[in-house]
């Protein structure tokens, strides 16, 4: 059974940067042809996919977060992390990681993606 788990700080204040992780079980990150994404949904809007990184560790990043995201894995604990940096209220939301064998860009919802998180709720406050 493939369970993914995200943990981080729940309140991260502005100018900061988030750090989030997330903990894969059940299938290696480094599986053939999957691509392991962070996505978030802020209140009242829709999904927002923020990057990924290959199971080849190629990284590919929203244009709109490229400048403060970045994605890398640690392949010995089976985990890959999230950096979002100069944090604004803005980037409160609910962040999930997900797995797909394709990178998924624009999904509707989290059940188009092979496997997913619980998500976790980060809000950016001082």
């Known amino acids: 059974q493939v369970q993914l788990q995200e943990s981080g700080p729940g309140l991260v204040k502005p100018s900061q940067t988030l750090s989030l992780t997330c903990t894969v079980s059940g299938v290696s990150i480094t599986r053939n042809y999957f691509y392991w994404s962070w996505i978030r949904q802020a209140p009242g809007k829709v999904l927002e996919w923020m990057g990924a990184?290959?199971?080849?560790?190629?990284?590919y990043y929203s244009p709109s977060l490229k400048s403060r995201t970045s994605i890398s894995r640690d392949t010995s604990k089976n985990e890959f992390t999230l950096q979002l940096s100069s944090v604004t209220p803005e980037d409160t939301a609910v962040y999930y990681c997900?797995?797909?064998?394709?990178?998924?860009?624009?999904?509707?919802?989290?059940?188009?993606?092979?496997?997913w998180g619980q998500g976790i709720q980060v809000t950016v406050s001082s």
């Open positions: 997900a797995g797909d064998r394709t990178l998924r860009k624009a999904p509707l919802s989290l059940g188009e993606l092979d496997y």
């Open positions: 990184i290959r199971f080849s560790d190629i990284t």
